[in-house]
């Protein structure tokens, strides 16, 4: 089974307003954590925003925030007052804290391409 | 404050080649991360380096690939005789102890012609 999953390929949203980019998880351990990425075409892998699964607020980084419903199993990624250098692929992705292979490793699912539109 | 780095940003060699690429993590990192990630696709988890060793290997890591990292600082990915499906973007990623994020290299993008 798929530990992340994003159903939305493709997103448009015009600039200056806000967008959802949907992400819904699948573990069973307790404690784990929720990042999400930002990928422009350069390849390389941002950082954006991480929430612990412990955490009670919803983590805030700027123009972003992840929208953590536990009981769902869902960490949408909001982007708010959209700029056109927001374009890029965007990918959700889950770290298992209790693995035991000790690696902690991320888990990625198949990504969003945002497209802002002027 | 040095991100992480990798070399080369882009290889292009024929089939039944070796490559060796290079990941230099952030200053004080010791967890360091290989990723694989194809087209349409995201990342996924190659092997893991706490200091030098070497603790998880993924099982897409074939007997062709190896991975090292000498002195618990830079690491090196090579891949033996190199197929058409090896064609893809090779990511490193460091972390620091007790921290939570991993922090991406700019990938090196392998193309097996």
């Known amino acids: 089974a798929q530990k992340i999953t994003q159903t939305q390929p493709g997103m448009f949203v015009q600039e200056k307003e806000a967008v959802t980019l949907d992400c819904t998880y699948d573990t069973s351990d307790q404690s784990y954590g929720l990042f999400w990425y930002k990928q422009p075409s350069s390849g390389e892998m941002i950082f954006l925003i991480y929430?612990?699964?412990?955490?009670?607020q919803n983590a805030t980084e700027g123009r972003y925030s992840l929208n953590f419903q536990k009981a769902r199993k869902s960490a949408n990624l909001v982007i708010s007052a959209s700029q056109l250098g927001d374009s890029a692929m965007y990918f959700c992705a889950m770290r298992e804290d209790f693995d035991q292979t000790g690696a902690n490793n991320l888990f990625f699912g198949t990504g969003t391409r945002l497209t802002v539109i002027p | 404050d040095t991100g992480v780095s990798q070399d080369p940003r882009h290889k292009i060699t024929k089939r039944g080649q070796n490559v060796t690429f290079r990941c230099d993590p952030i200053s004080e990192h010791n967890r360091l991360y290989w990723y694989r990630q194809t087209l349409g696709q995201g990342p996924e988890f190659l092997t893991y380096f706490q200091n030098e060793a070497q603790l998880e290997k993924s099982r897409l890591l074939s007997d062709r690939f190896s991975a090292e990292r000498p002195k618990g600082s830079f690491s090196t990915l090579e891949i033996q005789r190199t197929e058409q499906g090896d064609s893809a973007m090779y990511l490193c990623a460091s972390r620091a102890a007790r921290q939570e994020t991993q922090y991406f290299g700019p990938g090196t993008r392998l193309l097996v012609l």
């Open positions: 929430q612990g699964s412990y955490d009670e």
